[in-house]
């Protein structure tokens, strides 16, 4: 059993986080932090919690949570964790940060998120979180850097075909879908019911904060440098990312190519993970079959030389809190599927 | 053909009177303003507008809109068109106000909005612009009050029968359903699709600030004082208003009250009524019926000692933008329908 | 550990069982039956459940299923449930139905669901399943009546008063709204997207089949015969029922009756439930406080002599699957509360 | 003043093009007809239509609505326009199939629509009528083939690359996104709100029908065969398709490809359009921008030798409804414009 700290409780990948926690075998929660009016009861805040965690959330202080946990969730916005992360590696914490914050080169962070770095010293220390790629780094990580959900769709969509060498790495399309609990829990206009119900759009078109994020993930299992296209789109609904992946094949393998081998190639590729589900021929995840869940699920067609593969994805628990569980729980040598379904 | 005005024309009102009077006969859009970050022509702000209406949308100047037109819309927010109403009444001009300003009396509006009036001389003036109710005062109005949305569905499904007197007035219960649009464009964490979608609430539980215009326009049509029970909710959609109203029928009545009689007293009341439709017997409106319209549709109950309205608007437009343009119709002795559907 | 059947596996409510039982530490699903088209791994039905239910889905056979489990959930249509529960009560099995086949007494069912009982004899032995009224008798069931939906939202919403004996019992008004799943898993054009997306609509005006075991509930806890209005409306979301009850207070206890003394009365009578949380004074619950969990959350508000009661469920859940989990908790001696949240 | 009909009354094209020619100039609608269960007024139907159209809805009967009109609109499904067309051609009336049926070559038609064409004969007669490509041809139809909703947005992205030649024609990847209107009006379990909201899936991934349709118009618009990947997904939302179309630059234009140039290719390639608009550099259109409009908004990216183009349409306008009325003004010489917007 460890104590276990969430510091941004009242964001939706903090009110995930609890709600997982509160489930969890290994854990207790004992300090929550937020941003907020006047302190109070987590479950006045969420109802739902009612009953299940009965802990006030108190102001940002985080002298005060270090001495409450040995473990922390950062739920924070980019910019803010890199400020609350130096003194929890310094007291010895074991640190899962939710935010962009380590997960890019320091110079890549500036240009993309515009503002230069101010904890460059912990960045080499931060492991990238996406277990199915990077298990064993984690399980000795003490500063977890929790992957953008845009990028955990993206990157077990493409992975492996790119370790497997078949595909044109410059031709590579994500185009992404996703709901609007993704853009956080603020108050924005372009946010509001109004604007996005009944209504569709691309936006930030290749250039979106992901995009280099994307890249890196698959630079490093590519073993080159691959820069894709990356469209996201927002879709009127709560949760959930849908990408659809486009990729030529390699003329050595085009006509090697059939769908039932590219089945079998991530069959094969995903066979340990409990997390990562591959559909069979003809048939196509929807975000309806892992909404609520940690699942990542996969279909893959074969058309001529091209390769359409679709993964599916909560944006809020494989995309965020469900996958900072997973993590914690390889970090902390618990079942990694503790807590998670 | 007149020169027409729309002061914050870039709201959800703003925005619908502007593409109703686009395809208005007698009227040319002459003046737009709006609190806009930089002034630009209508149609960048809203695409759909592109072709129809090329017109910049300035910045607000009330001097400057007095020189442009002889009719202004003020599609402004509760307290801000109190402030600029004297001049535009002063230059002469006919003024169609959207806000609630000059709705109540002077000290019921301190009390529910929170705020002194600001031009309690002019309150007196303005004629409340419900048309199906007071035509003949609002042919002759210089300061139109145009009514609130949950108001105006409420008063068309009540008004019968308070003329009538069949019911008991202090049983009176209106249990209204809302878009979100009703609540205007803003930048509000409760109004985000996030929040909204997939979820349903009650909120100022008799405490609206509508209810005092229900009741104000209930009480004048009674003939006497009538003290409602309102509670509005907010649904997951854009646009539209379902009110069900509850009332006892008073004994006398109540035997008399079939379902039949019941359709006859509202077909017979509505019947010169271009915009209200009275369903037949077993049928009753749905928001679909009547989104994208002016109309206000009405299907009615009678279950023993109870009688049961239902009443279906579109809060943008016959509660707000629509009604608008009609009380606009009959002020300026155009066709009442004239730009409406 | 007991072996668990549903029946009728592949609606939304069966769907939810399943997916209960899959984390219910006293159970093992051991038959899963429903009317498909071909035999199939439950997890190719719903792959959410992948790697949790691995069970193949049979066509109906009830003499093959009585071999396999214990207890049996019947997640069947109206009608059909009473030709299944014979034979199943006949083996010694214990039977909870979530159909409305064993609610109502024997004439009231021919009159709301057109047709004849097939199975009186059984009809008095059912127990109706609403834990927090009738948990004694729950205890002791071998065949459960789940409450609908409609019902359970309120009758937990209204029951308080009627206990107390403080309201006007003609006066009651239930105004209802449902998300709509609580229609059922059914290929019908009035529940399409393109048709209840973006709409709002009553329906059944003091007509639907949920009336009579409203009034049934409210009868029982009052002592004397009770007949509500019951207005329900179809809302543009998945799942959900909010009631907004209204009801006269007695002259009596008008006075008396403030807003504090209502939240007491409520808390008082629900302080030993598990899954009903009353508000603090001012607050009112949303659904989606109380989605995805066994929760009925209800707020109060007194305004004058009227009582206002706003009650939220989710109808899959508190409304359907969860609270057939927590009859069977009760009839097995199980931790109430396991399994669900 | 034509007169016209309207075949397949009912579906949400029929009622589409019902309300736009209620406002039409040039149009009496003289006959609508369904499969209904009753003939009765087809604003008992639609509501919307009260006091609009007041026409009785009757039972298909095409000698009878041979002798009341000059020309028709056939909303019907694919396979039924062929057995309607040969008589209305036969008594010398124009017709504007909104179905399926003559689009396509009788081979292509065969194999993606499952069977063999009834009407080979007519099928060299007719027009495909998207205007902004082949609006000298349309003017002299007597059989227009109107387009599908999804080719429509695809052909407007591409065209003016495909025109201009600089373009790899084997990269074109058109990601499309619609709402659920462009599915019909159909009682299909995966259809319906509970199936569809708070969900997303592609579905016949580069096997849908339009797929041919849009090959036939690339492959006419660049004079040589053309294969795209299409992939259409479906977003919950009533109305309105995005389409995100990808292609490679070819060499010798990538570097003169300035985003600046591509705007410039479609703003001068759609100059005279009055319903195309070309968004500004790094502007992207929404659906919300041309929902109930006849618009087809398009935004273009340049990045490295890449383009991207997003184009919106209203799938039941410029998809359908609006783009047959669009249609007919062209082929009965009317202002091309008229009735819509």
């Known amino acids: 059993m460890i104590k276990v700290g969430v510091i941004g409780a009242t964001g939706y990948t903090g009110e995930e986080i609890i709600k997982i926690l509160a ?21 006045d805040i969420f109802p ?26 950062l739920a924070l916005p980019h910019r803010v964790s890199m400020k609350v992360v130096p003194a929890l590696i310094e007291a010895g914490k074991k640190v899962i940060d939710l935010s962009a914050d380590y997960r890019l080169e320091a110079d890549e962070y500036e240009k993309w998120y515009g ?9 080499p220390k931060a492991v990238y979180g996406l277990p199915e790629l990077f298990r064993n780094e984690i399980k000795k990580a003490k500063l977890l850097a929790n992957p953008g959900c845009y ?7 493409i992975t492996p075909l790119l370790k497997k060498g078949c595909i044109d790495t410059t ?13 956080g829990r603020k108050a924005l206009l372009a946010l509001s019911l109004s604007e996005v119900n009944e209504n569709l759009k691309a936006y930030k078109i290749n250039e ?19 820069d894709v296209i990356f469209v996201p789109h927002l879709v009127p609904m709560n949760r959930g990312i849908l990408s659809t992946v486009y990729a030529g094949i390699l003329p050595g393998n085009s006509s090697a190519f059939t769908a039932d081998g590219a089945i ?24 309806r079959d892992v909404q609520y869940t940690n699942l990542c699920n996969i279909g893959v067609k074969v058309t001529g030389s091209k390769i ?3 993964s599916c994805i909560d944006n809020l628990l494989k995309g965020a809190a469900g996958q900072a569980v997973q993590n914690m729980n390889i970090m902390c040598g618990f079942d990694e599927t503790e807590g998670l379904i």
């Open 23 to 43: 489930g969890h075998k290994n854990v207790e929660i004992t300090v929550l932090q937020a941003v907020v009016e006047k302190e109070e009861l987590i479950s």
């Open 48 to 73: 739902a919690l009612k009953g299940r965690v009965e802990l006030v959330c108190q102001k940002p202080d985080i002298a005060k949570a270090t001495q409450g946990a040995e473990l922390f969730f």
């Open 115 to 123: 503002e230069s770095h101010k904890d460059k010293a912990n960045i």
């Open 151 to 157: 990028p955990t769709g993206a990157a077990l969509a």
């Open 171 to 183: 031709s590579v399309i994500i185009d992404a879908k996703s709901g609007a609990t993704g853009a």
């Open 208 to 226: 979106h904060q992901h995009k280099p994020e994307i890249n890196m993930v698959a630079s490093k299992v590519a073993g080159r440098k691959i």
């Open 264 to 287: 079998e190639l991530y069959r094969d590729f995903y066979k340990n993970e409990p997390f990562v589900k591959v559909m069979g021929k003809g048939i196509f995840p929807a975000i």
């Open 308 to 310: 359409i593969i679709v």
